[in-house]
Structure formats: structure tokens, C-alpha cells
């Protein structure tokens, strides 16, 4: 059982938007920055999102992070073919001291 | 090319030891923290363990507090995960990566697989 919480699949059409949540709590989420991961079949994870809603040089700006209060989420637009992968959400938990992943979320775009 | 490749995973006996390696290039290592991550067959991403740039700092996740230690040779641009009194839950295909726990991992190996079977 994960600390944070995503949805195990989300679906949409090609060219389309999907939004990925992911919940924790005030002493993850709610007092940290959150990083999103995608991870492609066969291949190591790779950042998304930094610092809740940076893209790192590279990432192109259909991807977004957002956080309210002790929920974060990744948004996807334009969605192609190749984004089918896994995506996860991670923090710091100042509580339990240590880092914590949501248990990942498999995009498959129809 | 900032790169890091892990070695010295392979099949092991429950109960029984591993020492993975790390090796980091391209980027000055003594400056930043190292992680390891696992992601066991079927399963997500599971943290494991965290040293900072001078190892003054380390974290260990529950499951293998007591039995993994981790340790870096700045010297030889290297990470480390000793890894002991292995059990079947320990299978996974473990990954190190740059960062810091508060920011993101920035930079993954290819990862190494770890299978503890009798």
C-alpha cells in the first residue's frame, strides 16, 4: 500500500487531455515540492515535473503539475501514441523521513 | 554525457548478500545525492536508500533498514548498495539516481536486476 495515491490506469483518445492525481498528506504532499516520473516499457524512469510544476529543459509544455493542498496532478494534452508508459507522483514525507511514490498510474491512449 | 550505470546485480539464495555498484560520470559526483530505487516485477517504484554528497546524511526506507547500506567513494566516482540477508521480496530491478530527497531524481541508470530465488 502506497503513502500516495493514484488511479492504476487512465485512458484517452490520441490529441486529447488526461489528468493523473495523486493524494497524500499534509506531511508529504501538503508541505512538499512533488516530482512526477514517466517511465516507457523497457526504459528507466524519467522526470517530468520538478518543484511541483517545473519542466526540466527538454519536456515539452504539454506536460503540467499543479498541487492543492495535499493532492498534486499531472496533466498530459495533446496526447500522442508515445506517452503510453507509467507515471508516478514522489515526495519527501518530513514525517516518516523518507521518500514516498505513488503506486504509478499506466496511460494508454485509445 | 552525465551518465550512471549500476552492476553487480544476478541471482542470489534467500538469506544470502549483493553488493551493487554505481559508477558516475560526466558530472562532478561529490556534489550531489545518490539514491536507490527498485521496482520489483508487476510492481512500482519503491525508494530504498539516500546519501548525501559527503555521506554525512543517510535514509534508509523500512523494508531494508537493518539489512542494505549504502556508501559512496567519491574518489572513485561510485555508489554502493550492500545488500544482506536478501529475501524473495527483495527481487527487483534496482536503479540508482541523482537528487536530492526534496527535488527530483534527475538523472537514472539503466538499472540492475537483483533475483533472490533458491
Known amino acids: 500500500q502506497s503513502v500516495l495515491t493514484q488511479p492504476p490506469s487512465v485512458s484517452a483518445a490520441p490529441g486529447q487531455k488526461v489528468t493523473i492525481s495523486c493524494s497524500g498528506s499534509?506531511?508529504?504532499?501538503?508541505?512538499?515540492?512533488v516530482s512526477w516520473y514517466q517511465q516507457l516499457p523497457g526504459t528507466a524512469p524519467k522526470v517530468l515535473i520538478y518543484e511541483t510544476n517545473k519542466r526540466p529543459s527538454g519536456i515539452p509544455d504539454r506536460f503540467s503539475g499543479s498541487k492543492s493542498g495535499t493532492s498534486a496532478t499531472l496533466g498530459i494534452t495533446g496526447l500522442q501514441t508515445g506517452d503510453e508508459a507509467d507515471y508516478y507522483c514522489?515526495?519527501?514525507?518530513?514525517?516518516?523521513?523518507?521518500?514516498?511514490f505513488g503506486g504509478g498510474t499506466k496511460l494508454t491512449v485509445l | 554525457e552525465v551518465q550512471l550505470v549500476e552492476s553487480g546485480g544476478g541471482l542470489v539464495q534467500p538469506g544470502g548478500s549483493l553488493r551493487l555498484s554505481c559508477a558516475a560520470s560526466?558530472?562532478?559526483?561529490?556534489?550531489?545525492?545518490m539514491n536507490w530505487v527498485r521496482r520489483a516485477p508487476g510492481k512500482g517504484l519503491e525508494w530504498i536508500s539516500y546519501i548525501s554528497g559527503g555521506s554525512g546524511t543517510i535514509y534508509y526506507a523500512d523494508s531494508v533498514k537493518g539489512r542494505f547500506t549504502i556508501s559512496r567513494d567519491n574518489a572513485k566516482n561510485s555508489l554502493y548498495l550492500q545488500m544482506n540477508s536478501l529475501r524473495a521480496e527483495d527481487t527487483a530491478l534496482y536503479y540508482c539516481?541523482?537528487?536530492?530527497?526534496?527535488?527530483?531524481?534527475?538523472?537514472w541508470g539503466q538499472g540492475t536486476m537483483v533475483t533472490v530465488s533458491s
Open positions: 560526466g558530472f562532478t559526483f561529490n556534489s550531489y545525492s
Open positions: 499534509s506531511s508529504n504532499i501538503g508541505n512538499n515540492y
Open positions: 539516481a541523482r537528487g536530492r530527497v526534496y527535488d527530483a531524481f534527475d538523472i
Open positions: 514522489g515526495t519527501w514525507d518530513s514525517s516518516l523521513s523518507v521518500v514516498v
